[in-house]
C-alpha cells in the first residue's frame, strides 16, 4: 500500500532514520538466541569483533534460525525517557497507537480486538537477514505484552534494486522452494496477519544503500480499554 504519508512527512521520516538514529545491533546466537549492542556498544567494537560477529552468525546461518541487523527500540527509548516528545520517532510511535491510525487498520484487517502497535526502527546493510520464521516461535521479544496479530512495516528506501536483495518472503511451508517476496519501496506499508512463515533475504556484499524501515505489530490485549476505537 503506497503513500500512507505525505511526502513531506516520508521524506524526514527517511531523513530521521538516515541521520539521527542512534542503531543498534541484533544478532542471534546459538538456536536462534537474541543478543543486541546499543549504539555505544557498537561504535566501541573493533573491526576485527564486530567481524567475528557476522562470522559467527554466518556459521550457523545454513542450518538454523540465525539473523543479524540494525534497530532501534522506539517504545523502550520512549519508556527509558530517552526520547523527546517533538522527536519523529516519538511521533511516529503516537501516530501508530492514535485512534486515527488504529480505526484505520481495524478497518483495514475487519479486526476489532487491534488496540494498540509497538513499532521499531530497522536498518538492514550489506551481509544483514533475517532467516525464516513466523513471529512467534522466536525469542526476540523478552516481555510480550498482548497478543501479535499484524506485522506492519512501514518502507523508506527510495530507488531499492530487487537485484540488491532484502526481499520480505513468504512461504506456505518450512520445506517450500517456492515463495512470494516483496522488495521494499519508499513510503509503502505492508500488512499481512501472523503466524506466517516468512524471511527477509540477505542484502548483497556489493549494496551500498540501506534497507530502513519501521516494523512492529498491531496487537490485542484484554487488558487494555479503547474506547475512542471504533
Not at 124 to 146: M, T, V, W
Not at 147 to 156: E, G, S
Request: aromatic share 14%; charged share 20%.
Amino acid at each position: 500500500m503506497p503513500n500512507l504519508f505525505t511526502e513531506e512527512a516520508a521524506n524526514a521520516i527517511h531523513r530521521t532514520l538516515q541521520h539521527e538514529t542512534p542503531w543498534h545491533l541484533a544478532y542471534s546466537g546459538e538456536a536462534g538466541t537474541a543478543h543486541a549492542l546499543d549504539a555505544f556498544e557498537l561504535e566501541t567494537l573493533s573491526e576485527q569483533e564486530e567481524s567475528a560477529i557476522y562470522q559467527d552468525v554466518y556459521s550457523r546461518a545454513s542450518d538454523e534460525y540465525q539473523f543479524i541487523y540494525k534497530f532501534y527500540p522506539i517504545i523502550n527509548a520512549i519508556l527509558r525517557q530517552q526520547l523527546d516528545e517533538q522527536a519523529m520517532l516519538y511521533q511516529i510511535a503516537t501516530f501508530l497507537n492514535s485512534s486515527e491510525f488504529l480505526n484505520y487498520a481495524r478497518a483495514l484487517t475487519k479486526d476489532k480486538s487491534l488496540v494498540k502497535m509497538n513499532p521499531s526502527a530497522t536498518c538492514y546493510q550489506k551481509g544483514h537477514f533475517l532467516n525464516i520464521h513466523d513471529d512467534f516461535g522466536d525469542k526476540r521479544e523478552a516481555n510480550p505484552s498482548g497478543q501479535r496479530k499484524y506485522a506492519v512495516v512501514f518502507n523508506f528506501c527510495p530507488h531499492w534494486s530487487p537485484n540488491w536483495g532484502g526481499g520480505t518472503n513468504f512461504f506456505n511451508g518450512p520445506n517450500e522452494n517456492a515463495s512470494e517476496t516483496w522488495y521494499p519501496g519508499f513510503n509503502t506499508m505492508t500488512l499481512f496477519r501472523v503466524p506466517v512463515l516468512h524471511s527477509v533475504s540477505p542484502v548483497a556484499p556489493f549494496v551500498n544503500a540501506n534497507r530502513y524501515s519501521i516494523t512492529g505489530w498491531l496487537r490485542s490485549d484484554p487488558a487494555i480499554a479503547r474506547p475512542d476505537l471504533d
